[in-house]
């Protein structure tokens, strides 16, 4: 069974950082694209950035370019999102995700429970 | 990037009741639309994939059609299970963008 474990969401002012992990199991971790994607409270979902499962190759939304940085450690069998220069509508729950077609051109097959970020003064 | 427009934003319906949803892309994607079912408080739910295939275990009175920029999904036969916010999603572009939801409540 895949299980996805986020955790890292807090309270951080504007302009500070934090770092998302997400703990994966039941799959081999290396071979499969994977994802963030966040919802602010009460809205819909956006797309926040993609790490391919192969390759190394990292995506990002426009929203989110140059601030944040996704990473993987394949021997730990999890995913990171290092999230600088947070903004107020940066507040949202943050969502990984598994997809089984290869980025850049992946649905989302399997999510975590998420785990909310709040950036507030 | 590409904009993903749902219609209606939301509805009312009574458990039996066919319901449609329809999600309108702003250039063509082909067959590359998923939709997904997200309840309060949970993660979203993959329903669909590639417009009109069937995830592996969601129950048969979901479906999905459509190519191009228009897609449909309906739900043959409303269950009080199915009440929740619906999203379409696009994965042709890298942006990968999401509908706005349509929620779909009880009458």
């Known amino acids: 069974e895949v299980q996805l474990l986020e955790s890292g969401g807090g309270l951080v002012q504007p302009g500070g950082s934090l770092r998302l992990s997400c703990a994966a199991s039941?799959?081999?971790?290396?071979?499969?694209?994977m994802s963030w994607v966040r919802q602010a409270p009460g809205k819909g979902l956006e797309w926040v950035s993609a790490?391919?499962?192969?390759?190394?190759?990292?995506y990002y939304a426009d929203s989110v370019k140059g601030r944040f940085t996704i990473s993987r450690d394949n021997s730990k069998n999890t995913l990171y999102l290092q999230m600088n220069s947070v903004r107020a509508e940066d507040t949202a729950v943050y969502f990984c995700a598994k997809s089984d077609r290869p980025a850049p051109a992946e649905y989302f097959q399997d999510w975590g429970q998420g785990t909310l970020v709040t950036v507030s003064s | 990037d590409i904009q993903m427009t749902q219609s209606p934003s939301a509805l009312s319906a009574s458990v039996g009741d066919r319901v449609t949803i329809t999600c309108r892309a702003s250039?063509?994607?082909?067959?590359?639309l998923a939709w997904y079912q997200q309840k309060p408080g949970k993660a979203p739910k993959l329903l669909i994939y590639d417009a009109s295939t069937l995830e592996s275990g969601v129950p048969s009175r979901f479906s999905g059609s459509g190519s191009g920029t228009e897609f449909t999904l309906t739900i043959s036969s409303l269950q009080p299970d199915d009440f929740a916010t619906y999203y379409c999603q696009q994965y042709n572009s890298y942006s990968r963008t999401f509908g706005q939801g349509t929620k779909v409540e009880i009458k």
């Open positions: 790490f391919s499962g192969s390759g190394g190759s990292t």
């Open positions: 039941g799959f081999t971790f290396s071979n499969y694209a």
């Open positions: 250039q063509s994607i082909s067959s590359w």
